[in-house]
């Protein structure tokens, strides 16, 4: 006889998302696994979002409307985590879509090979250009150790929580950091080292919102001090693995490099910053070698480290020619999709 379907929890923080929502929404309710426990969690919205959410509910009742007041995206999935009765948990971004398939595969897969984590791709997409890749479905299984180097190397998979489907018991006295921001990066690793087995999917099922306006120039204008927490976290996941799984230094050590130049690229050179760009500038130097070095660095990161040589200016230099390439590569690419479509 064959296993009864299990009980998945899906949640969905959201806050102003009116305009995004339903594409999300639809996108969920329509899954072809319908053993769905559907968790929103309306974060404080002043738009009409939370009214939407109850609309939805009113209509499907696998789908639970919580509201509370705005704390932040943290909290909202903290909340979310405290309603699941499921023995699985999804995350989905209330400005996200997902395909048809996306339960299904990733909970079939899990099922197949007794994995606690199983992922599937994500592709960025902008609003008005929606994204559709097919092909058929690869699967690789990898052990604990396999798949945290993965995660560290971002090689098939990100540190966000989206993409990825997780036996509830790997949550057990695991919440995402309240008043944090790159809050994944804390303890993403922490569930990977939980899970006996991973299961990385090739399809590509989640489609993650981006804004097509941003530059480096807003980014650095909108820097906030506190977006070096990332930085603490990265440093916390080395002395982890430092402790359980020492084999991976390396790859954990790549991993804070990695966050280290993306902190560089986007730090405003100003004497309110000069003690951040101390710390980046020293992580830089003391692991560029370590990253050169290593043959499972990504090509660019171990270019960055190369370059890192010649000091902050070449290094900077060409952390902007790359941004600036690949705005206008961005903008031309949307430009001729819009005009195909018109």
């Not at 919580?66 to 979310?80: E, F, L, S, Y």
């Amino acid at each position: 006889m064959a296993k009864a379907k299990e009980l998945i929890s899906i949640i969905i923080p959201m806050y102003n998302v009116e305009q995004y929502f339903p594409r999300c929404i639809e996108s969920v309710i329509n899954q072809t696994y319908k053993k769905l426990e559907i968790i929103i969690v309306d974060d404080g919205s002043t738009d009409l979002s939370g009214t939407l959410a109850d609309q939805y509910a009113e209509q499907d009742q696998r789908i639970k409307v919580v509201h509370q007041p705005n704390g932040g995206n943290a909290v909202a999935r903290n909340t979310g985590l405290k309603q699941v009765t499921g023995n699985w948990i999804l995350f989905v971004d209330s400005d996200d879509y997902v395909e048809p398939n996306y339960v299904e595969l990733l909970y079939d897969t899990a099922i197949k090979y007794d994995a606690d984590l199983s992922l599937c791709n994500l592709q960025v997409y902008e609003w008005n250009h929606p994204q559709k890749i097919t092909g058929k479905n690869k699967a690789t299984v990898k052990s604990t150790a396999e798949a945290l180097s993965s995660l560290f190397y971002q090689k098939g998979t990100t540190p966000g929580p989206c993409a990825k489907l997780y036996r509830t018991k790997l949550f057990k006295n695991i919440s995402f950091p309240v008043g944090k921001i790159c809050e994944d990066l804390a303890i993403t690793y922490q569930l990977f080292a939980r899970a006996k087995k991973v299961v990385f999917n090739s399809q590509t099922l989640y489609y993650y919102l981006t804004n097509p306006s941003s530059t480096m120039q807003k980014q650095m204008r909108n820097f906030k001090r506190d977006r070096v927490v990332g930085l603490d976290f990265c440093e916390e996941a080395v002395t982890f693995v430092d402790e359980k799984f020492p084999e991976l230094h390396t790859a954990a050590t790549n991993r804070l490099f990695t966050e280290a130049i993306y902190i560089f690229t986007d730090l405003p050179r100003t004497k309110e910053y000069a003690d951040v760009m101390d710390r980046v500038w020293k992580i830089i130097k003391n692991n560029r070698a370590a990253v050169i070095a290593d043959p499972e660095s990504k090509a660019n990161i171990r270019g960055y480290a190369k370059i890192s040589y010649g000091g902050k200016r070449a290094l900077l230099a060409t952390l902007r020619t790359k941004n600036a390439v690949g705005n206008y590569l961005g903008a031309k690419r949307r430009k001729k999709t819009t005009t195909t479509l018109e």
